[in-house]
């Protein structure tokens, strides 16, 4: 049991580490280039209600 939540921990630690490498080098790319989206790409967050 000790095994699996370690495992888990450690698979979790290394998907956040990859999230934050992705999210800093889509930041630099974006500061480098001079290229920002207008609008965020997917998610709910930031779409206009309509209303």
Do not use: H, K, N
């Given at each position: 049991?000790?095994?699996?939540?370690?495992?888990?921990?450690?698979?979790?630690?290394?998907?956040?580490?990859?999230?934050?490498?992705?999210?800093?080098?889509s930041?630099?790319?974006a500061?480098?280039t001079?290229?920002v989206?207008?609008?965020?790409?997917?998610?709910?967050?930031?779409?206009?209600?309509?209303?």
């Amino acid at each position: 049991m000790t095994v699996v939540v370690a495992v888990l921990a450690v698979v979790v630690a290394v998907g956040a580490v990859v999230t934050t490498v992705r999210i800093g080098d889509s930041g630099a790319r974006a500061v480098w280039t001079g290229q920002v989206a207008e609008q965020p790409l997917g998610g709910s967050q930031g779409e206009p209600d309509g209303g």
